[in-house]
């Protein structure tokens, strides 16, 4: 499967790049919809959890459907290690699948605007929008990419698990699980930013959304304006989208492709010596 997708023509990534994108960032409208206002009922944790269920349905329309999300491609990386694939190969797909994606995530985000769902239950869908996108540019560099790294090592895990499933409803639940864990505990989606950031760009100057988000800020609509300040073009690409990038990366090619094939893909002739000696190390303690 690998190889097939580096051999993909350049239209072919493009158009299932777009439509990967669309599907998380629908996946991520449904979640500003559900969870707008949840957790004033069943709090922070509960609220937490029925979003990660509800933005499952961004994966499972990826990987049923049938569409090129660049997190679950970082898995490439263990057909290069296999030497069926070039590095050149991977970087071309990445590249496409990137930036494909980033096209369809901000077209739901403009439509998402233009549709005037965020108005919905007095514009908290709006405000939602906005201090989930806040809350994303105010992290650290060190925060958003360590948040990467564990996002997508939950992502690559469902991929890698519904990959060995045979049917949907299996895929399904492989899928659910491990990205419920990622939205509850509030890691970081590179291709999901491309949609929650640029929905509260756009929405952040909407009166309706400030007279709401103000007195989450303890300020008036006016103050508002200045706390959201760093919400911007900038703070998107700079503060969240590069180190979440880089650590999604790392979490799908390092801590799931790269673990995964040294363990049951690379010929035992070439077992790193550190994992040799680590084993050898253990059999001792134990047979002491």
């Known amino acids: 499967m690998p190889k097939k997708r580096t051999t993909s023509p350049f239209y072919s990534l493009l158009v299932l790049g777009i439509l990967a994108g669309c ?3 629908l ?3 449904l979640s500003t919809v559900v969870t707008n206002d ?6 922070d944790g509960l609220s937490r959890l029925i979003s990660g269920l509800v933005f499952s349905l961004g994966l499972i329309l990826v990987v049923i459907g049938g569409a090129e999300l660049f997190t679950g491609n970082t898995l490439m990386v263990t057909g290069w290690l296999e030497g069926k694939i070039s590095g050149r190969q991977v970087a071309r797909n990445w590249t496409i699948v990137f930036f494909a994606n980033f096209l369809g995530s901000i077209l739901i985000a403009w439509f998402f605007y233009l549709s005037g769902v965020w108005e919905m239950n007095g514009a908290l869908v709006g405000a939602k929008s906005v201090l989930t996108a806040n809350g994303k540019v105010g992290l650290t560099w060190t925060e958003a990419l360590v948040r990467g790294i564990l996002c997508n090592w939950l992502v690559c895990l469902a991929v890698w698990l519904s990959s ?3 049917d949907g409803i299996s895929k399904i639940f492989c899928i659910v699980f491990p990205i419920t864990a990622f939205v509850a505990c509030g890691f970081e989606h590179s291709i999901a930013n491309m949609f929650f950031i640029p929905t509260g760009i756009l929405l952040k100057s909407q009166p309706a959304v400030l007279a709401v988000v103000a007195p989450v800020l303890g ?3 006016a103050g508002a304006m200045s706390a959201l300040a760093n919400l911007n073009w900038g703070s998107f690409v700079f503060k969240n989208l590069i180190p979440v990038t880089i650590g999604n990366i790392i979490g ?3 801590f799931v492709g790269t673990f995964y094939w040294s363990v049951f893909l ?3 002739s070439r077992k790193p010596k550190l994992l040799v000696n680590f084993a050898a190390m253990l059999t001792r303690l134990f047979t002491n």
């Open 266 to 268: 690379k010929p035992s």
């Open 27 to 29: 996946a991520g409208s």
């Open 38 to 43: 949840l957790a004033r009922y069943v709090g």
């Open 164 to 166: 060995a499933s045979k």
């Open 252 to 254: 799908g090619a390092i």
């Open 23 to 25: 599907y998380i960032a």
């Open 219 to 221: 300020t008036d609509p």
